[in-house]
């Protein structure tokens, strides 16, 4: 007995330690937290806004719980579009910022809309008499499609412009299903409905190679048209066409063959980059080689945070739309419908803007969302959707619910259609032995049975089901569009189309961003002056995630952003990550994702590529491990 109690004491004391030491490091780091909080608000008086873009510019950045944030596991960092926006604007008219600065070695794209919006507010700083000053070692599409519209573009001397234009090869898995043995069922309705085809085909049918074509080329005529309006002196045309003749006539040099066309001002490195930002903004306290006057974006927000005590409300539709509550970054059908209804229950939003930035998803989470609008429309608030990059499938689906719809051209929409898809494995298990008997009520007991193989009952239910889900998709937008079923069949069918396609087709109102939705929808509500303003209305995380979540911000512990390669060739093989990470995802939702689909896999790779975790696996070899049960 003395011997247990001693071990009893010992065991409380290690404890009673444990705990002494969790509380001294939670309060140490928040100590150390509100300390570097008060230094980072320390910014100049003057200077560059500081726009180092680390990772891509989104509509809704992800949610990171605090304990992810804290040690650095979650993934990297993601800009919000309305906040860069709003601190290039404020910027502007801002006598303490004498010059904007892009720093794009590590930006991860955002989507054509995105960058169209971004770079009308900084046409606005070079309008207002200030110099905008872009330098990066590689530049892809959406990079370049910023730095046009900057009046100084600087590329490093072993860097590249790697303007390649939309399109390339998607990703089919017919091959790897066929060899482990499984069967994909499919149901769908729409000629255009590829989204299904990676599963059971080698490669895109014409049908969809016919609108993937007409998508491709619209969205590519808009972003030269963009560019050359910015940059008048780019010869995008000429670089693209040329580009091994140009190279060859350079030795090899490919910056400064860009350099040639007028696609980028000067070549330098961060030094000679910084020395130029210097003299424009002033030199840096710290009095360094390339050293300048610094206003990072995330200080410069903090002194300047958007006004939001407008009463027209903002509700957020982001990335796929899945079934029951989901963290920010993903539209959960509970999660987003509950935002609406609490909007709807407070009496100061008198209109409300949905903001679509989604290639769809589970097909019953959109119908609720559209439900909880429609709910909102009955007690008397206007509604007005605005979309955003992509607002096709369940994003479109969503939209029905709006008294009208804006979009630009270059946003992704339509694919009215509906899928499901249902994995059986009986091949796959009877390759080592294992096989399956039974004995059944009802051709439908036991169904849908993926081990023994679905019977030709179940598959004829669930083609049933999808054509009714179909056509009452059909049916929503005939009613919202104010068009017959028989013409929203035709122009359904599943087949993606632009915006301004899309507009001549009828399925959107008017041309035009999140300011003009809310423009329209204070006019609705017969609002004016501040009243007419924005109030966004976000999923808020719990205060504790919050605490941790800036302690790890501030004390420099949250994930660390990407390494900014310096060769172009390390900057293109970081889409092998990103290919790799739409991999994992596109195979995870064949096993789990919902059954019935109204979503549109061919408009992914329009949307901001995944953010990987810092200590994710995203490597070919660790993704097929992954696959096959290994990792």
Request: some cysteine; overall charge neutral; hydrophobic content about 45%.
């Amino acid at each position: 007995m003395r011997f247990a109690r001693g071990v009893w004491k010992l065991l409380v004391a290690v404890k009673d330690g444990l705990v002494l030491l969790l509380l001294l490091l939670f309060f140490g780091l928040l100590y150390a937290g509100l300390k570097m909080t008060r230094s980072a608000d320390a910014v100049p008086g003057s200077g560059a806004l500081y726009l180092a873009l680390e990772g891509p510019i989104v509509e809704q950045p992800s949610a990171i719980d605090g304990v992810s944030a804290l040690t650095g596991n979650g993934p990297g960092p993601e800009y919000r579009l309305r906040d860069v926006v709003h601190a290039i604007e404020t910027a502007a008219q801002d006598s303490a910022v004498k010059a904007v600065v892009l720093d794009l070695d590590s930006f991860g794209g955002g989507g054509q809309v995105a960058m169209e919006r971004v770079g009308a507010a900084l046409d606005k700083v070079r309008a207002a008499g200030k110099p905008v000053l872009a330098h990066s070692a590689f530049y892809d599409d959406d990079g370049y499609l910023l730095a046009a519209h900057a009046s100084e573009v600087w590329l490093a001397p072993m860097g590249m412009v790697g303007v390649t234009g939309p399109g390339g090869s998607n990703l089919y898995y017919k091959g790897l299903i066929d060899k482990l043995g499984a069967r994909t069922h499919v149901y769908r309705v729409g000629t255009y409905k590829s989204a299904v085809e990676p599963y059971i085909r080698a490669d895109q049918s014409p049908e969809a190679r016919a609108a993937n074509e007409a998508l491709v080329g619209s969205i590519w005529s808009n972003w030269r048209e963009n560019v050359a309006k910015a940059r008048p002196k780019a010869r995008v045309a000429d670089y693209l066409g040329n580009i091994a003749a140009l190279l060859k006539a350079n030795g090899g040099d490919a910056a400064r063959t860009a350099l040639g066309v007028g696609l980028v001002d000067t070549l330098g490195d961060e030094i000679a980059f910084g020395k130029r930002v210097a003299s424009v903004a002033g030199p840096g306290s710290d009095g360094g080689p390339g050293d300048f006057s610094a206003i990072p974006l995330r200080n410069y927000l903090r002194r300047h945070p958007r006004g939001d005590g407008g009463q027209v409300g903002v509700v957020t539709v982001a990335g796929e739309i899945v079934d029951g509550e989901a963290q920010a970054g993903t539209a959960g059908g509970t999660s987003v419908s509950d935002l609406i209804r609490d909007a709807v229950a407070d009496d100061d939003i008198k209109a409300l803007v949905v903001r679509v930035d989604s290639p769809g998803g589970s097909a019953a989470a959109s119908e609720e969302i559209r439900s909880a609008l429609v709910a909102a429309r009955a007690k008397g608030l206007p509604v007005v959707v605005s979309m955003g990059n992509v607002a096709a499938s369940g994003g479109y689906w969503v939209s029905t619910g709006g008294e009208a719809i804006f979009a630009e051209p270059s946003t992704i929409t339509g694919s009215i259609g509906v899928f499901g898809i249902l994995p059986s494995f009986e091949a796959t298990l009877a390759k080592v032995g294992i096989t399956s008997d039974g004995v059944k009520a009802t051709p439908l007991s036991g169904e849908p049975d993926v081990v023994g193989g679905v019977s030709p009952e179940f598959d004829a239910l669930a083609q049933a089901s999808v054509e009714d889900i179909y056509g009452k998709f059909v049916g929503l937008v005939s009613q919202a569009r104010k068009l017959t079923p028989q013409r929203v069949d035709e122009i359904g069918q599943g087949r993606v189309w632009d915006g301004g396609t899309a507009h001549q087709l009828k399925l959107v109102d008017r041309f035009g961003g999140l300011d003009e939705a809310v423009a329209e929808a204070a006019r609705r509500a017969k609002l004016s002056g501040k009243a007419a303003q924005a109030r966004f209305i976000d999923p808020e995380p719990d205060r504790f995630t919050r605490l941790l979540a800036s302690l790890g911000e501030n004390t420099g512990m949250a994930a660390a952003p990407r390494t900014g390669a310096r060769d172009w060739l390390s900057h293109a093989a970081l889409r092998q990550q990103q290919v790799a990470a739409r991999v994992v995802g596109d195979l995870r939702t064949l096993v789990d994702g919902p059954a019935i689909r109204a979503d549109c896999l061919e408009c992914r790779p329009f949307t901001p590529a995944p953010v990987a975790a810092a200590n994710a696996r995203t490597g070919w070899l660790a993704v097929l491990a992954r696959w096959i049960g290994l990792g």
